[in-house]
């Protein structure tokens, strides 16, 4: 999860719900689908639940800041497919996934619903989120690695003359 500051002063942030949710969202959508079926399919005791938002497939808009930091740009259109639930105790859970995948966005929706219940979210968390959660971080850690050892550093040497 991500460290924010507060904005009137450089203390961390204390972490809210609201950060906890974005970062399992985060996760669900980019856990590759067949993970996402594996999961659901080694639940016990799935939850019934009714679409409120069948999934359905739009476009976004994506922007980007010149330099990380600069001025925003339109950098172009993405797809996405996105998703909401109701479990049957009344929890909504809502999935939004790049690209046209909507068996993924409905999987995501369910997992987000079965994270907002206090009842599920520990069974939830150890059968989905962590793993998914350590695979991702160990892929971009051997991304990094292959990155770091094509690095090439350059030195200039200054002559006196």
């Known amino acids: ?25 985060a996760v669900l959508a ?13 639940m016990s005791g799935k939850p019934a639940y009714r679409h409120l938002r069948r999934p359905e497939t739009g476009l976004v808009m ?3 800041r010149a330099g990380g ?6 950098l172009g259109e993405m797809t996405v497919s996105r998703c909401a639930v109701a ?7 809502h999935g939004y996934v790049a690209g046209r995948d909507h068996r993924k966005a ?23 989120t962590r793993p998914l959660s350590e695979a991702q ?3 971009k850690a051997e991304r990094r690695r292959k990155a770091a050892a ?3 550093e350059f030195l200039t040497m200054v002559r006196d003359r």
């Open 69 to 74: 930091t600069g001025q925003r740009f339109n």
């Open 150 to 152: 094509t690095r090439v």
């Open 1 to 25: 999860m991500n460290m924010t500051t507060h904005p009137q002063s450089n203390e961390p942030a204390k972490s809210t719900a609201t950060d906890t949710r974005r970062a399992w969202m």
């Open 30 to 42: 980019k856990a590759p689908t067949d993970a996402l079926v594996r999961a659901w399919g080694a």
């Open 137 to 139: 971080a160990a892929r």
């Open 106 to 128: 409905e999987l995501a929706a369910i997992f987000d619903a079965l994270l907002q219940d206090s009842d599920r979210r520990a069974e939830v968390e150890a059968l989905v």
């Open 87 to 93: 479990l049957e105790n009344g929890i909504v859970g």
């Open 62 to 64: 994506v922007r980007g």
